[in-house]
């Protein structure tokens, strides 16, 4: 009787055991499928390298992105367009102020006039949302005012 259950025993311990080899061939097979003669060490070793490019180009592309994030500042960003009839003899809002600034409300107007003579074009620096050297009309800071 004490010989059937040790030999139970060991067929038990040798089905485990069977069976935890087995499983791991299949891991083994499944990290190996679809490489070349390749052992699993070549595999591993060439899949840390890829690792290590890949956070190397990773650093990189971060890098480029925190740079455009920086110069994006400076784009034109906000944009205000006012129409309007500056004089009397002449019918419609054919003259308009546009306003492109930047993230820091810095940038220029433009102001086109129209006339029956003919039409005019003026450009304003802005910085910090005020005129730098020229004085602004209405039109010009209410089209400064939508752009924000």
Known sequence: MGELIFLIAGFLWLATLSFVILRAIKNYNELT????????????????AEQKTIRKDHAQVLGEIS???KDSLKFIQKIGLVRFNPFSDTG????FVI???DNKNSGIVITSLYARTGTRWY????EAGKSI????????????KKST
């Open 99 to 101: 306003a492109l600034l």
């Open 92 to 95: 419609g809002d054919q003259s």
């Open 123 to 126: 450009v304003k620096k802005i």
């Open 67 to 69: 740079e455009l994030k």
């Open 33 to 48: 499928q679809g490489v070349s003669d390749n052992t699993l060490s070549e595999v591993l070793n060439k899949f840390i």
């Open 133 to 144: 050297q020229y004085e602004l009309s209405n039109e010009e800071k209410e089209a400064i």
